[in-house]
């Protein structure tokens, strides 16, 4: 008779011989030293036992390391190495094929991987009880470097239903957590597969060429694009184009009238967002970074523009100085380039905790929703998306898609909801919101957090929150007994604002104390 190979196992074999051959030599070693002197063992039993015992410390590695996404890699290790990217974050699949004509990352890890923690079944692990879970995180919760205000709710996703909770409706400032509901709104209105795009158009009686902003907040002008729209490659076409119309002299122009209001975000100037434009290159970065506080361009899209002007004198074309114009409606379209699918833009923005493409995708979660595109009609769109989903929305507020307006607020209630809703087997368009999450100790704003916590490295998956005087920690873990729950943690003290490392350890803890817990 022959056995199947189970599913799991098929897809972590080549990790577990792979983490035993790396394993091998060490054990080998232990055994020659600690076996008693009256054994005798040969060179080849030796090396069958070194197999043998790391055979199975790999496969207790890496099924503690889980979960396995749906080609079979460990979802940690693919993140673990993604991360040491320029990149970083669980960006998949990138190219450094700059030529590429339609570059196309590979699709989020599947919901069961998800859903399984670490390799169970679904449903097949015991939920925590109430008042077991209390026990471990109210005195957690109780420690006073997390200032005057804290409120907590911890969901099992499978059920939905809320396990534990402090405060549960009680609203504060999320911080960056709001980031959560920014890309569930996104993803529910437009789809994991929405792409934005960048164009260039010829206004017909002119010979004018405009540049035209979609509000890609990806486009990048740096070689390699790793999968990213590629301006490069926008000019590259543009100028095909052209010259196909005996064309090599152009007046240039670019059109950021795409969204409306200000531009620059309530916090005014700050190296951690740039204007909000629909046209930028490389968030208007002025440094070599792709994530994190950097110098900004004052005027993204004009800078952006120049770039493309001098990308098109490399293929042949001379254009003016770029100015802002519209394109009219009689314009011909010449080239475009596109974003990878929107469910890329999620994970890349929960994972570097990326105020641009928050505030990006905000946007274009007021522009699929028929509001305003501007900060107001941003708020007003995210607010409809997460109403139409059953959420629990009293006493919200939405103020931006990026949580650095300290005039957001949340509920840990309705973060733990928002977060087992990306959960639902019901909603497989939400699960970008779960795999974009930093995962302790390997990746984005968690990859040098927990490093006092190796059972929770590589379990705990959170978005982070910090503004002075608020620090957040909202995801997902595996507990001990293998049961996925959402969590949310909000703390604040205005008058006395807590250290922010104190904070963020504490936060960290009790998210840690989830994952010890065999809480039945």
């Not at 493409?357 to 595109?373: D, F, K, S, T, Y």
């Not at 997902?476 to 350890?505: H, I, Q, W, Y």
Request: hydrophobic share 40%.
């Amino acid at each position: 008779m022959v056995v199947p190979e189970l599913r799991a196992w098929r897809a972590a074999r080549p990790h577990v011989v792979r983490v035993a051959r790396m394993v091998r030599p060490h054990v080998a070693r232990v055994t020659r030293a600690v076996r008693p002197r009256a054994v005798r063992l040969t060179t080849p039993q030796l090396t069958a036992v070194a197999t043998t015992v790391g055979l199975a410390l790999a496969a207790g590695v890496v099924t503690a390391a889980g979960p396995w996404d749906s080609t079979g890699q460990r979802t940690a290790e693919r993140d673990w190495a993604a991360s040491r990217t320029p990149e970083g974050g669980t960006d998949h699949a990138r190219t450094s094929d700059t030529r590429r004509t339609s570059p196309r990352p590979r699709p989020a890890p599947s919901a069961a991987s998800v859903l399984a923690g670490l390799g169970g079944e679904e449903g097949g692990a015991p939920a925590p009880a109430g008042k077991a879970l209390a026990k471990v995180l109210d005195p957690l919760l109780a420690d006073p470097v997390l200032g005057s205000v804290r409120t907590a709710v911890v969901v099992d996703v499978e059920t939905g239903k809320r396990l534990y909770g402090k405060g549960a409706e009680q609203v504060q400032t999320p911080a960056s957590t709001t980031k959560i509901a920014t890309a569930v709104a996104a993803l529910t209105a437009l789809g994991p597969d929405h792409r934005i795009r960048t164009r260039t158009v010829l206004e017909p009686d002119t010979g004018e060429v405009v540049l035209v902003g979609g509000g890609d907040p990806t486009l990048t002008a740096r070689k390699p694009a790793d999968g990213w729209a590629d301006l490069g490659i926008l000019a590259e076409r543009t100028a095909t184009a052209l010259k196909a119309r005996h064309m090599n002299r152009v007046t240039l122009s670019y059109d950021t009238s795409l969204y409306s209001g200000p531009g620059l975000h309530p916090i005014g100037v700050n190296d951690n967002i740039a204007k909000v434009t629909p046209l930028m290159a490389d968030e208007g970065r002025l440094d070599h970074s792709t994530s994190g506080p950097a110098g900004r361009a004052t005027d993204p899209a004009a800078d952006a523009a120049r770039t493309f002007a001098d990308l098109l004198h490399d293929h042949g074309i001379t254009a003016t100085a770029p100015g802002p114009s519209k394109a009219t409606s009689r314009s011909q379209a010449l080239a475009s380039v596109s974003s990878p699918p929107l469910s890329a833009l999620v994970e890349r923005m929960l994972t570097n905790s990326d105020n641009d493409i928050a505030e990006a995708l905000a946007r274009q979660v007021a522009l699929a929703a028929g509001e305003e595109p501007s900060f107001d009609g941003d708020a007003k769109a995210i607010r409809a998306q997460l109403e139409k989903l059953g959420l629990p929305l009293t006493g919200a507020q939405f103020a931006d898609g990026s949580g650095l307006n300290r005039a957001d607020r949340l509920s840990a209630d309705l973060l733990a909801a928002l977060l087992a809703k990306a959960g639902d087997p019901a909603h497989p368009e939400l699960r970008p919101v779960l795999t974009g999450l930093p995962v302790a100790g390997f990746t984005g704003t968690l990859s040098a957090r927990y490093a006092d916590a190796p059972t929770a490295t590589g379990v705990v998956r959170a978005k982070t929150g910090t503004l002075t005087g608020v620090n957040t920690l909202a995801g997902t873990v595996v507990d001990k007994d293998g049961r996925l729950l959402a969590f949310a943690f909000l703390t604040s003290d205005a008058a006395n604002p807590p250290n922010p490392l104190e904070a963020r350890a504490a936060l960290d803890h009790a998210a840690a104390a989830l994952v010890a817990c065999g809480c039945r």
